[in-house]
């Protein structure tokens, strides 16, 4: 389970953002990968832009989708992993 | 001997056979045969024979020795494609049939056994003009697909459930012992056409059949894995597979049996036109 202070989240440098008809996906120039975001994954990418924690960006999900909190957080848990897994995102300690 | 040429786009190539396999070769390689020697050839292939085989030298390298003219063709079928995909380039090679009407080309993509040639046959079948077999080439600065008309290998007993559905009026179709069929269609295309519609066909029995319309999003991971391996950065294919995609009408077909797959291709095709 991801803690829900003190780590933020941040886009990798290494990642390019690629539009695909109205979706975007992200290109990963080590693993020669490409991955097509879902609407959640991309509201989470779009979140990402500046350094966020689990819990801003919980918030921020809260605000646009009208669904149950814990849903929300499992699909932020899962959509965290994935982009970690992936390295399309970065981590760090406390701002 | 005789020496016959292969002129596809970006590839020719020459070869020489002893005169008992010409009429095989010729009838096989028919749409491909140029009438002189061309002025460039990028490989030269010979067969010899060989005791009762055949063998096949590639640039006066040996490759192989096959028991027989068909299991030869079908090899020099597999090598020119492995050839063609080497010398397109930045062109986009898809695993793929293609077929064209008017000035716009319709290409079946797919994983294997989902209905890619027998969507293709269906087609030829139905009066377009034939474009591609296996691989399909794409040109993605122009989007246009270039012709790279093989014969098309169906099982045979498919053929057959098609043949006492809907008489075959557009090729000839050939069996090969109980498994095999072989079509040669009978309208081929030998200019570029522009790619419009890619379709991914999917077949189940349980299928209610339907036409569903896809966005480049949805399908550009499978996409990229129907693609031959490229000649440029990984990168570079996935812009221009980008690029391609979105510029085409992207549609799958849930087909269950051969009835169903023809009245979605009149669906999809009449709309378009």
């Excluded at chain 1, 202070?5 to 109205?22: A, L």
Aim: hydrophobic share 40%; glycine share 4%.
């Amino acid at each position: 389970m991801i803690s829900s202070d003190k780590k933020y989240y941040i886009r990798s440098e290494k990642v390019t953002e690629k539009k695909v008809g109205t979706d975007i996906a992200l290109y990963v120039e080590d693993h020669r990968s490409i991955h097509v975001l879902n609407p959640t994954a991309r509201f989470i990418w779009e979140c990402l832009k500046d350094p966020m924690s689990f819990d801003e960006i919980l918030f921020m999900m809260s605000e646009v989708f009208d669904v149950e909190t814990a849903t929300l957080r499992n699909d932020l848990e899962e959509t965290l992993v994935l982009f970690e897994e992936k390295n399309l995102v970065e981590t760090r300690g406390g701002r | 001997m005789k020496t016959l040429y292969l002129e596809f786009h970006k590839l020719i190539v020459s070869l020489t056979v002893p005169d008992k396999l010409v009429e095989d070769i010729q009838e096989e390689f028919s749409s491909v045969l140029g009438s002189s020697r061309p002025l460039v050839i990028h490989h030269a292939y010979t067969v010899h024979l060989e005791g009762k085989g055949l063998s096949l030298f590639k640039d006066k390298t040996h490759l192989k020795i096959f028991s027989n003219v068909f299991e030869l063709i079908f090899a020099f079928e597999e090598e020119i494609e492995n050839v063609l995909v080497k010398n397109i380039g930045a062109w986009v090679a898809f695993h793929a049939g293609c077929v064209a009407k008017g000035d716009s080309a319709y290409m079946v993509a797919g994983n294997p056994d989902t209905g890619k040639t027998t969507t293709t046959f269906q087609m030829l079948e139905m009066g377009f003009d034939f474009l591609c077999e296996e691989v399909t080439p794409v040109d993605p600065e122009t989007g246009k697909v270039y012709p790279f008309p093989q014969v098309l290998t169906l099982s045979r007993p498919y053929t057959e459930e098609s043949f006492s559905l809907f008489p075959v009026r557009e090729g000839v179709l050939s069996y090969y012992g109980p498994e095999i069929s072989r079509y040669v269609p009978g309208r081929i295309r030998k200019k570029a056409a522009k790619l419009k519609t890619i379709i991914f066909p999917s077949y189940n029995p349980a299928f209610e059949p339907r036409v569903e319309e896809l966005s480049p999003g949805d399908i550009l991971t499978d996409l990229l894995h129907y693609c031959f391996p490229p000649n440029v950065k990984e990168e570079v294919l996935y812009d221009n597979v980008i690029r391609i995609s979105e510029n085409c009408r992207l549609l799958r077909i849930q087909t269950c049996g051969i009835k169903s797959t023809r009245e979605l291709l009149v669906e999809i095709t009449s709309a378009n036109s």
